[in-house]
């Protein structure tokens, strides 16, 4: 077999806040790996993407820029292996991301899509929502300010009007849920599957954990969890992924946060190389199919 050869992108620095160290160390660890297994992965910036640097035909990437997300659905289009798919990080921006997790009876919190520049009280007041959660509804996250817990319905439209002001214009509201915070990560197709309380082991990217604060210990089903999550990730075209969900009182699980290839920082070691294994199962059933 002639040499695989990858263009691995790195995500740009402004797309991971807090986490710029860790989400190079995961995507480094896995260029490893696939080297390991014979693989010869050149490493670009997506400034250089962007500029037309990259050839390969094979695409492993962290890209969160619109331009980037743009320019990997067209090469997608045109035959190249893009992994994660460009369609899938797209699919990931919060409005997106609410419509077909709630499309397709993900569990998910009850949620209103709106323009930050509505007058929002009357309709989260016949929504019966009260404490809540604001999230820029356009892209991805970038600043702590994107996403905003609040504790009423004023305090909801003073945010709402800050994201506008800010350039901001369309927004998610989901219903705050009570219960235990877990995160999860996880990569579709191979039996490697992470969950923790983040609250509980000190991790956090923002410093809204607490506002759950420290899990009770609530049971639930783990096969439940990894269901839910395999769902979401099939359904949003996502193949290394991460996120959030709430353990309600009574067991139910509900996922709040879903991510394309997060750092995976509490499990790195353990997740480089179940990625580096489907991701290489991937590309072998593309250069099979190009035969």
């Not at 695989?4 to 995507?27: E, K, L, Q, T, W």
Request: some cysteine; proline content about 3%.
């Amino acid at each position: 077999m002639a040499d695989i050869v990858i263009a691995g992108i790195m995500r740009a620095g402004a797309y991971s806040p807090n986490h710029i160290g860790n989400d190079a160390a995961i995507f480094n660890a896995v260029a490893e790996q696939l080297r390991k297994r014979g693989c010869i992965v050149n490493i670009y910036s997506e400034d250089e993407f962007i500029a037309g640097k990259v050839s390969e035909n094979i695409i492993l990437n962290m890209c969160r820029k619109q331009e980037s997300i743009k320019l990997l659905q067209s090469l997608e289009d045109a035959g190249t292996l893009v992994i994660n798919s460009g369609y899938g990080i797209e699919n990931c921006t919060r409005e997106r991301m609410t419509r077909i997790l709630l499309g397709h009876n993900i569990p998910y919190p009850e949620s209103l899509m709106v323009n930050t520049n509505e007058v929002v009280k009357p309709a989260l007041k016949k929504a019966g929502f009260n404490t809540c959660w604001i999230k820029r509804g356009d892209f991805h996250a970038m600043h702590k300010e994107d996403v905003s817990y609040v504790r009423n319905i004023d305090e909801a439209q003073e945010v709402l009007q800050e994201y506008f002001y800010r350039g901001i214009t369309r927004a998610v509201i989901n219903r705050h849920l009570v219960g235990d915070l877990i995160k999860f990560y996880g990569v579709h197709g191979s039996n490697f599957f992470y969950w923790f309380y983040p609250f509980d082991e000190g991790h956090s990217k923002y410093g809204l954990e607490e506002i759950n604060g420290k899990s009770q210990g609530i049971k639930f089903e783990i096969k439940t969890l990894k269901t839910i999550c395999n769902d979401a990730s099939e359904t949003l075209d996502v193949m290394i992924y991460g996120g959030d969900c709430i353990v309600s009182p009574d067991g139910e699980v509900r996922i709040i946060d879903f991510n394309d290839w997060p750092s995976f920082a509490p499990c790195r070691n353990e997740a480089a190389p179940h990625i580096a294994k489907s991701v290489m199962a991937k590309i072998k059933e593309y250069i099979k199919n190009k035969v």
